[in-house]
């Protein structure tokens, strides 16, 4: 501001109140100057945050309503413009409950943001109607928006479209829900394959209580026959030729053998039933909860129904310690096991000498079973692609490739493992490992 020269009448004592006023002046000047300025920098700064805010709502792929106390929407961001299908104009001031698809979805947000508007709403799933007519699930956040002062102002409800969500997801279940059947049928197929090569070894095991318990049970019916002739003579009153009748039938000897051939029949039916039942647990679709695994039987047995059906000479010797358990599936260690013998019996299949040794050792809370084979052993190339499905050597008809890789799974499956190697003397190795926790 420009000062001028004092008018006349204030010249002399005047003169200095002129003057003062004219310094106050200045001063004023002066700070409405730095006021403005200062105003112009908050006015910069509100406006970059209010374009941050925008952007940040413009980037939101969640839909964001601000509402009074009544429900009036005051403010949305371009997703929940793109979703309803109107302009920011349009929705200004309209009731947010339009939004909802019909009347039981209004009544229920009405209700519900009514009841939490203080403590707020999380994840509650609502049908809004698309700007397209479709209704779509959206679930729901709604927060209190409160004064300095602590009243209640408003809520902002924020939203996610679930509908494209939950079809992706229903398509992933389905999907694994049909990988998990092929599985469980892949599973079985190989079982069923192992067993049809198996018949010969399970039939011979079988034969063998059976034909005992048939031997024990024509010699009852001998016994039979002269215990019967014996006890006519008794009915008969012919007392006196009675020890002649009993040494020349040898009734003294049947009584003696029988509790023998009772005994023989019971275990060779024992023998016949265990063997029906693991013959069960094995070709069973394997769904039972975990049971302790004998797993001295579970080798034995797979060593019988193998080596018992193998065309040419195998021979196995089991040298294990004594009383091994483990907690599992007993019909899936049993085609772990029976896979990795018959394995060796193939391999080492038209070898005179063919041998399979399995050894056994708990040790660092492991139980480890190897299958050492002499037989030609793993080509190196070989190696890595061991346990992929329908990796197999073998021709068409023999060999389904799934063995392995089964094995590989019901090993990961009791917490365990299992590896390959090709021994330094020839033949392969396979370790089979299993936790001691589980055992
Ligand atoms: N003891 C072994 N010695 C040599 N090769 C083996 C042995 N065990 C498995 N293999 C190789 O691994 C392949 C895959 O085995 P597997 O998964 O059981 O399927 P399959 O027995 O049906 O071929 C076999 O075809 C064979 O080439
Ligand atoms: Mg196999």
């Known amino acids: 501001m420009s000062t001028t020269a004092p008018p006349a009448e204030f010249a002399g004592g005047g003169e200095q109140a002129w003057i003062e006023v004219i310094q106050k002046m200045d001063e004023v000047y002066n700070d409405l100057l730095q006021y403005e300025v200062a105003l112009e920098e908050k006015n910069a700064a509100l406006e970059e945050s209010h374009q941050f805010i925008e952007s940040v709502l413009a980037s939101m792929s969640d839909i964001l309503i601000v509402c009074d106390r009544n429900g009036g929407i005051e403010e ?24 909802f698809a019909d009347e039981v979805e209004r009544a229920r947000a009405r209700d519900l943001f009514a009841r939490y508007a203080r403590e707020g709403v999380h994840d509650c799933e609502f049908f809004l109607r698309a700007g397209d007519g479709s209704t779509v699930p959206v679930s729901m956040n709604c927060t209190p928006r409160v004064s300095q002062t602590g009243k209640l102002m408003g809520v902002v409800v924020t939203g996610r479209p679930v509908g494209e969500l939950r ?14 059947r092929t599985q469980s049928q892949l599973l079985h197929a190989e079982k069923m394959v192992s067993l049809g090569r198996l018949v010969a070894g399970v039939a011979h095991e079988l034969n063998n209580p059976i034909s005992f318990v048939l031997g024990n049970v024509l010699s ?16 008969a009153g012919e007392l006196a030729s009675l020890p002649e009748l009993r040494r020349e039938l040898r009734i003294d000897r049947i009584l003696a053998d029988m509790p023998h051939l009772i005994d023989g029949m019971i275990e060779g039916a024992e023998r ?22 004998d797993v001295n039987e579970v ?23 004594p009383g091994l358990r483990c907690r599992g599936s007993s019909g899936q260690l049993q085609q ?30 492991k139980l480890e079973l190897r299958f050492l084979d002499n037989g030609p052993g793993i080509p190196e190339a070989n190696l890595a692609q061991l346990f992929e499905p329908f990796f197999t050597t073998k021709p068409v008809g023999q060999g389904t490739g799934l ?11 009791h917490g365990g493992h299992l590896r390959a190697a090709n021994r330094p003397e020839g033949g392969a190795e396979f370790t089979l490992t299993l936790p001691v926790e589980s055992c």
């Not at 079809?167 to 998990?180: E, G, I, T």
């Not at 647990?281 to 049971?291: G, H, Q």
């Open 167 to 180: 079809k992706a997801y229903h398509a992933l279940r389905q999907a694994h829900d049909d990988l998990k």
């Open 220 to 235: 009852l019916q001998r016994y039979a026959g002269r215990l019967g002739s014996y006890i006519d003579a008794v009915h």
């Open 76 to 99: 949305v961001n371009p997703s929940l413009c793109h979703f309803a299908g109107k302009s920011m104009e349009e929705l200004a001031h309209t009731p947010v409950f339009d939004l």
């Open 403 to 413: 063995g392995l890789s089964i094995s590989y799974g019901i090993a990961e499956r």
């Open 299 to 321: 080798v034995e047995r797979a060593v019988r129904w193998v080596s018992q059906s193998a065309a040419g000479k195998f021979a196995v010797d089991i040298d294990l310690p």
């Open 336 to 365: 772990v096991a029976m896979n990795l013998v018959q394995n060796a019996c193939d391999a080492t299949a038209g070898q005179a000498d063919a041998q399979l040794l399995v050894t056994g050792q708990v040790a660092d809370g």
């Open 272 to 293: 016949t039933r265990d063997i029906v039942d693991a013959l069960k647990r094995f070709s069973a679709v394997d769904r039972a909860a975990p049971e302790e695994v």
